[in-house]
């Protein structure tokens, strides 16, 4: 008798969009799991608020989903779908807490997100050689010339060199130390170089946050690239953090002419 209570329970307490929900009770019998529909997190939200949640616009997602969803596809129609797959991910990557992710999607075990988080992660990364690069012709190559040269008057850039700390958690371990960064908190630091339009054109992320700018750069692919020739005299900008070079320039430390404070 109480098992038939809570089962009326259950169904009163549902609402007229748990049908699928109701007819799983009814077609699979008392000790049969339930499984409630999953919630499509995508039309749930207005464009307002799933900019807020996601930090990407909704165009923006069906475009990334559409570079990797036969990635994510799933045998079982109770995992959650490509969609939720990716979208499940991007709130961790806004709110950087896994509890507070899996809250938001109903019926995911904390084990589960963190798997699919982790999956879709390195499927995301798999895109980097496609997006992440430098201009390949020639005339990609002069139009980055160019729009910099319009904005900083600078002529012969193609790109600008910086470094970012990403906040993570203490690995743990006896190296963990070389992972906390001169403010105090633990994390990557992570080099980064820009084109005209501020898009990332090169990325190396391996570095712990004790790690020195100028170290990262001399140990990088890129420095032997330019190093080398292949860009010929193009140009990257820094700042004060790194040596200047024939081909990275930096601030003039004690400027005193017009013609230096102009640089």
């Not at 904390?110 to 798999?126: D, E, F, Q």
């Not at 958690?169 to 339009?197: C, H, M, Y």
């Amino acid at each position: 008798m109480s098992k038939m209570a809570n089962m009326l329970t259950i169904i009163d307490n549902s609402d007229d969009s748990g049908d699928e929900f109701l007819m799983n009770v009814a077609l699979r019998g008392r000790n049969a799991k339930i499984y409630r529909p999953r919630e499509d997190h995508y039309a749930k939200w207005t464009d307002k608020e799933f900019f807020v949640r996601f930090r990407l616009t909704k165009e923006t997602v069906l475009e990334l989903l559409d570079l990797i969803r036969e990635d994510l596809e799933t045998s079982t129609d109770r995992s959650l779908s490509p969609m939720n797959q990716l979208l499940l991910t991007l709130r961790f990557y806004a709110l950087g807490s896994l509890l507070i992710s899996v809250g938001d999607f109903s019926g995911v075990h904390k084990s589960t997100a963190s798997v699919i988080i982790k999956k879709v992660s390195l499927i995301i990364a798999n895109l980097r050689p496609q997006f992440i690069h430098f201009p390949h012709t020639a005339a990609d190559k002069k139009t980055n010339q160019v729009e910099f040269y319009s904005k900083n008057h600078f002529p012969r850039v193609v790109g600008a060199i910086d470094c970012t700390h990403i906040r993570i958690q203490s690995p743990g371990g006896d190296q963990a130390e070389v992972f906390r960064n001169r403010k105090g908190w633990f994390s990557l630091n992570v080099q980064t170089i820009s084109d005209a339009r501020m898009r990332f054109v090169d990325i190396v992320a391996r570095w712990p946050g004790s790690a020195h700018d100028q170290n990262i750069f001399n140990n990088s692919r890129i420095k032997a690239r330019f190093e080398m020739g292949e860009f010929g005299e193009g140009l990257i900008l820094g700042d004060s953090g790194y040596a200047l070079t024939p081909y990275l320039l930096t601030p003039l430390r004690n400027p005193l002419l017009p013609e230096e404070n102009l640089y």
